[in-house]
């Protein structure tokens, strides 16, 4: 019913930028929050950076400063720009929406996940 599609993830340099994005499509009338997760390999799933209907944002500690994330309600998309990436920024990484009403009914979605995007940073 929700399909999320993450677009932009590749290989970059150490202190390079990138930015991903994620597209939400589907019978949506509203996203409370969008966000993005990172899991590496042989470790857990990490909140990256999130974001609420209203423009609130949160991020990792590890990623303050670094990381910025937007979003465009109309379009049902959002955005994370990554600068000064480092190496231990290299993961997959998921987009994530969150508190979805879906249909002409307006049915509740706890949550929805892209199929992640990989971003490797090399040193």
């Known amino acids: 019913q929700v399909q999320l599609v993450e677009s932009g993830g590749g290989l970059v340099q150490a202190g390079g930028s990138l930015r991903l994005s994620c597209a939400a499509s589907?019978?949506?009338?509203?996203?409370?929050?969008m966000g993005w997760y990172r899991q590496a390999t042989g470790r857990q799933r990490e909140l990256v950076a999130v974001?609420?209907?209203?423009?609130?944002?949160r991020y990792a500690d590890s990623v303050k400063g670094r990381f910025t994330i937007s979003r465009d309600n109309a379009k049902n998309t959002v955005h994370l720009h990554m600068n000064s990436l480092k190496p231990e920024d290299t993961a997959v990484y998921y987009c994530n929406a969150g508190g979805l009403r879906i249909g002409n009914q307006g049915l509740y979605i706890p949550d929805a996940w892209g199929q992640g995007t990989l971003v490797t940073v090399s040193s």
């Open positions: 974001i609420s209907s209203d423009s609130s944002t």
């Open positions: 589907g019978s949506i009338f509203s996203i409370n929050a």
